[in-house]
């Protein structure tokens, strides 16, 4: 497990954003071998994609042979509702790079039969070779996807009842009105992620300190569900200095050390034009 700390959201976002590209540049995709990405959405991951899109639009970076799955969305919100997670992924993101609109996997929150869709997820990531990356961001409350409090740490696809936490965080997004807001959703389980080659868990703001503190220095507990992924062998936890308020001062210097010391860490952009 690793924890990357930097200054503020923009450089957190943009560290993030340069990882994923490196790792998609290095794995040099093509017809015959696709990068497999999971993909969040919510607030926090719009400083990345915004940087990514960049990256694309400047000639570094292409989604030509990539296969993206999306953590969740709603049960019951329209496809075109403008907060559904398909909405959110195609205006914050894949309508301004050169992915496959076939190779863009979102769950869908209106099929006849939840259950089939939930296992013809599973289905999907498995024949596309499992996940190589999987991002992802968390709850106040220490959810990852929609795991909440007290999910099962092996869970699978599936759908989850929200927790009122989750859904008084959400309404900001339906002009505060909680009868507007989604109370079930379609989820990535704890354990789809944790199949994934590697992990990088997106955390920032006062408000997400408390549960990267119960993320990184307390033992994995299915209350705290991010928790889990202390024992995932290839994990990055990627914060703002926010973030870290909770912690320890020893927890954070010990991570700020071990940046300085993997310097590819503080800035891993190498110059992608020379590996294309």
């Not at 093509?30 to 960049?54: A, H, N, V």
């Not at 889990?228 to 926010?242: G, K, L, M, Y």
């Amino acid at each position: 497990m690793r924890l990357v700390i930097l200054d503020n959201y923009d450089l957190a976002s943009e560290w993030a954003a340069k990882y994923i590209c490196n790792c998609i540049v290095k794995f040099k995709p093509g017809q015959d071998r696709y990068f497999s990405l999971g993909l969040p959405t919510g607030s926090t991951p719009l400083g990345c994609y915004k940087k990514l899109i960049e990256y694309h639009k400047s000639g570094n970076l292409s989604f030509k042979y990539v296969k993206t799955f999306n953590m969740d969305e709603y049960v019951g919100l329209p496809r075109n509702h403008p907060e559904s997670y398909h909405s959110y992924m195609w205006n914050n993101f894949f309508k301004h790079v050169d992915i496959d609109p076939n190779n863009a996997h979102i769950l869908d929150g209106n099929a006849e039969d939840l259950q089939a869709e939930c296992d013809a997820f599973e289905k999907k990531i498995k024949e596309a070779g499992g996940i190589d990356l999987f991002v992802g961001g968390i709850g106040p409350d220490g959810h990852i996807a929609f795991n909440e409090p007290g999910s099962s740490l092996v869970s699978r696809t599936r759908l989850k009842t929200l927790a009122m936490d989750t859904i008084l965080a959400n309404a900001k997004y339906f002009d505060g009105d909680l009868s507007k807001v989604p109370t079930m959703a379609l989820t990535v389980g704890v354990g789809t992620v944790m199949d994934a080659r590697e992990v990088m868990i997106l955390i920032t703001g006062a408000h997400k300190a408390f549960a990267l503190y119960k993320a990184i220095e307390e033992g994995v507990n299915h209350m705290w569900t991010v928790s889990a992924f202390q024992q995932h062998p290839r994990t990055i936890f990627v914060c703002d200095e926010d973030a870290t308020l909770e912690l320890r001062v020893k927890t954070v210097k010990y991570f700020k050390g071990l940046m300085h010391v993997h310097n590819k860490l503080v800035d891993p952009l190498y110059s992608m034009t020379e590996e294309n």
